[in-house]
């Protein structure tokens, strides 16, 4: 029997980090999947649910969880209806956001396995894994999925980087919801004065577990040079390139088909050998 449920953690600044969980009962303590979703992403874009069903029916209890300043919404989790926090995210929100839900993990009474707590990062969110790997040894292994591998090197420069700090906002249009999307400066501050510790490639130096990196060889929003990068610094990692697929792997939004498409099954299958 499978059983599902959302539940609501506090997150970063008191706000809600909303997250479900999907598993095949079995009476006997489950490897863990806890899934990371990436920049303008949320835990039920595209074919995400999917890919956790498909997780649950191997054999692992899936977790996946909308960082609290994503733009969602506990009441309206899908889109961005809250566009000032949306605004006010950046990259230590997300690392602390992972860290509070591996320590809802731990703390809960789920059938888990605490000996087999494994992250799957998608887009930004393989960078924040491999951070939050570096550092914490309750990760078992780690899976980037089209990982970014450096965070510095996607900020304005220049004339650009200038009026983002005398505005103090710039926007970013969502193309599928048409939102002019706020990101206020302080995304860039947070960032230099914790260079170090969100320098992806120098923490993912640090990675003593196993860790899969897959990437679409037809990926048009992270370059496959960046797999490249991170897989040279991991020390323990193996990389898969995916042939023909894109940044979302086949997926888009809404996704209405009740399978997974061929690239992203064919992505899982990979996961899930690595976890075996």
């Known amino acids: ?29 489950l490897p863990v999947v806890v899934f990371c979703h990436g920049y303008k992403g949320y835990k039920d874009w595209g074919a995400w ?11 692992f209890l899936f977790i996946k969880f909308n960082y609290s ?31 509070t839900v591996l320590d809802w993990i731990e703390n809960s ?5 605490s000996t087999q707590i494994n992250l799957l990062g998608h887009s930004r969110a393989g960078g924040i894994t491999t951070i939050v790997t570096a550092k914490d040894n309750r990760v078992s292994k780690l899976i980037t999925l089209a990982a970014v591998a450096n965070y510095a090197e ?13 505005n103090e906002v710039m926007y970013i249009k969502n193309g599928r919801t048409k939102q002019e999307m706020p990101l206020f400066y302080q995304f860039y501050q947070d960032f230099v004065q914790n ?29 496959v040079k960046d797999a490249l990068a991170i897989h040279k610094a991991s020390p323990n990692s ?11 792997l086949g997926a888009s939004h809404p996704w209405e088909s009740s399978l997974l ?7 899982v299958q990979c996961m899930i050998n690595f976890l075996r």
Do not use: C
């Open 69 to 99: 300043h994503n733009g969602g919404t506990v009441e309206q989790p899908i889109d961005f209806p809250d566009l000032d926090a949306f605004g006010n995210n950046n990259y230590s929100k997300e690392v602390r956001d992972t860290v």
């Open 1 to 29: 029997m499978i059983t599902s449920n959302n539940n609501i953690v506090k997150g970063e600044n008191n706000r809600d980090i909303l997250l479900d969980y999907e598993y095949l009962e079995s009476g006997t303590p």
């Open 109 to 113: 009474q789920l059938p888990i396995d």
């Open 49 to 59: 649910s999917l890919m956790g069903s498909a997780f649950a029916k191997a054999g």
């Open 154 to 166: 996607r900020f304005p420069s220049g004339k650009a980087l200038e009026d983002w700090k005398e």
């Open 195 to 223: 260079e170090e510790a969100l320098t992806i490639l120098k923490q993912a130096e640090k990675i003593k577990q196993p860790h899969l990196i897959l990437h679409g060889e037809n990926d048009e929003t992270v370059l």
């Open 238 to 248: 193996q990389l898969k390139l995916i042939r023909e697929a894109n940044h979302t």
């Open 261 to 267: 498409p061929a690239h992203l099954r064919e992505a």
